[in-house]
Structure formats: C-alpha cells, structure tokens
C-alpha cells in the first residue's frame, strides 16, 4: 500500500528491481552490448531510449541509475518547465563541484521540451556535471535539437513480443508480495496470452487489463478466469496511432510501398490499420490520388479516375461507408502495372524550371491578337497540327536551348507500351 492508503497500480509494483528480471529487448541488452555493459560498468554516458509505449524505457533507466554512485533525478517534461530544469541543474552542478558527485536525471517524455528547455541540458551535458537520460515514444531526429541528439546515444526499444508479455503477466498472477498470488485467482497462459494480444506489446497495458480483468472477477465472486471475461476488462485491441507522430508516417509508408510492390494483401491490412485507429480517411485518399500518377501513371490512366472517385465517396458518404470505396482503389492498384514515368519527368522538368535560364517562348508558339505582335514576329512560322497526316507537325516546341531535350520516357507496361512504340516510331501521338 502507498502512504495515502491508495492501492498502488499492478503494473508500478510489478516493475523489476534487477537486470536479470528484465522481460524482452534482449538485442539491446545481450552480453556485450554498450547498453549492458554500461549499466554492469558504471560507466554511464548520456542517452535516449526510443520505443513504443510500455516496452520498459523508465524501467531501464531506474535500473541503470540504481547501479550507480550518482544522485538521481527524475521528472516529466509534461508536467516541469524551464523553471524546474533551472533548479536541478543548479542542483547537480553544486553537487559535481563541491562534492565531485555526477547527477543522472531521467526526463521522460523528453520530446515534449521545447528548443529552450532542451538547450538548457545542453551545457551541463557538456562538462559532465549531469547524465541525461531520456524517453520518448517519438523519433528523436524530428523531436530533439540536432545539437542535443549529437551529445547522446540513441538506443531503440522494439515493442515487446507476445510471449514476452505473456512472460510479464505470468509473474504478476503468481507473484505473492507484488503481484496477484496472494488473491488465490487461476489465469490460465491461454488467457494470459489473449491479454498480450489485446496490449499490442505493452507490458504496462496488459498489466492493467490483468488489473482490471482481477477487479470483474473478485466483483463476481470467481476465481478462475476464461477467455470471456476478457472482454469485459478489455474492450477492444489497442491500435497504437498517432496522428502527427512517426506512426502515423510509417504506416501510410508502408500501404504506399505494399501497392508500389503490387501486394494487395498488404496493402489492405496497413489500410485497415489506419482506418480502423481513426485515421481521417480523406488524408489516406489523397495520398492514393497521389500514387496513383506518381506510380503508375499512364500505365494504366484509370489509376487515377479511381482513386478520385474514391475521394470523391470519402466526401459523399464519409466513415464508415467510404473505407469500402478506399479499399476497392488500393485493390485496383495494387493489381494495376507500374510505372514512375510521369513522375520522374516532371521532376527532371521542374529542375530545368527552376535551375536554367527563363528561356523565352519561342516567337513562333505565341499569341498574336494584336497586328504589332504579329508586325514583330509572334505567331510567325507556326505549324497547325491538324494539316498534317499524323496530326503531329515538323516544329520546335521547346526553347532553343532545350532543343533534344528528353524528359518522358515511357515504360513498356500497361497502356505506356503504346506511348513508348508511338515514341520509338517518331510519332507524337497515339491511337486508342
């Protein structure tokens, strides 16, 4: 019990005191690995810990620092300021000048700082005078000033396996001081394991469900729990999201990248993972509009009169009606041929756009409404398209510079294998 007479959390009393109770990340913390030997050493080194929620960032920090000499600090950067930094650092610095004691100060959630809250680490990093830990569910390239993140390692979690979790809630049902023993409760592995299925490898989440699943049970008087009375301490698998995080580009990556490989399989599930965790279907749209000229292109132009019309349902009939539409254009899609054509002519365009002299248009494709700009040469010499067999006349278009210039070259899939024979043909045109 805490001193307030409140029941502390199941997932807080359950969290290991020693490295070799430590569950998962066993790549991070092999035999000889820096992490290790870090934490064996008392060799510490400022770092950041970056993984997904509940996969043991805070509990590997407490355990490094429960190795040490050194004073230890923690605080949250959602609830701390430049005030309370101010302080801790006056603090540490006191503490290494008059007593030659290092302080390592554990910030979790350091990607909530702002540039002038992480600057002011900067110089105590520097002389020595702190060890900075930090954890953040976010990438630290993007969440971190470049001049911080060069003063310390950045070590990755991956999110827990289902057995690990499975592992972490057995210990916690037939722990007797900590943990559930001492209740009598009989939780199969069978149970245990549709938890960690539910957690989507979050140790902290499991635990609480286990929490939660131990509360429905004493209310009804039972001690054995089945698979049915997970449901009601948990309601449904956590989808982890975020909107405006490094998730949320991951996975509209990976649905990109699974339609560029013609894998509709794949691509459905990164779709229905972002639907389904409340992603706003009209981005996702977009985005497949987007792919539909960047990666195929004029292989197969109805690419792109799906995908619109995808959008077009988004807009119409909104959720959950539209994520039928979204799926039938990812189907599409990912069956149709492939080409980046459009999209590598376009660019090679824009860079002679941007990077070239302005070339004037020539004389001959402008305008000429009135008689002093034809009295000068507009419009001279132009060739009407429609006099000519092909419907395609012998003239110049592109600035005399640029003369040869090739920027579209057609793949041979799909509908661009007609482009690319009409172009070997020396034709500007092609038949239906």
Not at 196 to 214: H, K, M, P, T, W
Request: glycine share 8%.
């Amino acid at each position: 019990m805490s001193k307030t007479g409140k029941q502390i959390p199941l997932a807080e009393r359950m969290r290991p005191v020693a490295l070799d109770d430590f569950v998962g990340q066993e790549r991070l913390l092999a035999p000889g690995s820096l992490l290790r030997q870090m934490i064996e050493s008392d060799e510490v080194s400022s770092f950041i810990l970056w993984g997904p929620p509940g996969t043991g960032k805070t509990t590997l920090a407490r355990l490094l620092a429960s190795t040490t000499d050194s004073a230890q600090v923690s605080f949250s950067a959602v609830t701390s300021g430049i005030k309370e930094i101010k302080g801790v650092m006056a603090e540490a610095e006191a503490n290494f000048n008059f007593g030659g004691k290092r302080t390592i100060l554990f910030v979790d959630e350091i990607h909530r700082f702002n540039r002038a809250q992480q600057d002011a680490f900067l110089p105590y990093v520097e002389s020595g005078t702190i060890v900075l830990i930090g954890a953040t569910t976010e990438n630290p390239s993007f969440e971190l000033n470049s001049a911080l993140l060069s003063r310390l390692k950045v070590f990755i979690l991956e999110e827990l396996s289902i057995d690990n979790v499975v592992t972490i809630l057995r210990r916690a049902v037939d722990d007797q001081e900590r943990g559930l023993g001492h209740t009598g409760l009989e939780i199969d592995d069978g149970v245990l394991r549709g938890i960690a299925v539910y957690s989507s490898g979050d140790a902290r989440n499991a635990l609480n469900s286990l929490e939660l699943l131990a509360g429905v049970l004493k209310r009804r008087g039972l001690k054995i729990a089945t698979e049915e009375h997970i449901k009601d301490a948990v309601q449904q698998a956590v989808l982890k999201y975020d909107k405006t995080g490094e998730h949320h580009y991951n996975l509209i990556s990976a649905l990109h990248k699974s339609i560029r490989n013609s894998d509709a399989n794949a691509a459905l599930y990164w779709l229905a993972r972002m639907l389904e965790a409340g992603e706003d279907p009209i981005f996702i749209a977009r985005r497949l509009v987007r792919f539909a000229s960047e990666d195929i292109g004029l292989a197969h132009p109805q690419a792109l009169e799906q995908t619109v019309a995808a959008m077009h349902a988004v807009q119409l009939i909104g959720v959950p009606e539209c994520k039928l539409a979204l799926a039938q254009a990812v189907v599409f899609m990912s069956y149709c041929p492939k080409s980046n054509s459009v999209y590598r002519a376009y660019e090679a365009a824009a860079i002679d756009a941007h990077n070239s002299l302005q070339h004037p248009v020539p004389l001959h494709l402008r305008n000429a409404p009135t008689s002093l700009m034809k009295d000068i040469g507009y419009g001279k010499g132009y060739k009407y398209a429609h006099d000519f067999n092909e419907g395609v006349a012998d003239m110049r278009c592109l600035p005399e510079a640029l003369e040869g210039v090739i920027y579209y070259e057609p793949t041979p899939r799909g509908f661009e294998g007609k482009l690319r024979k009409a172009q070997s043909n020396g034709r500007g045109a092609v038949d239906d």
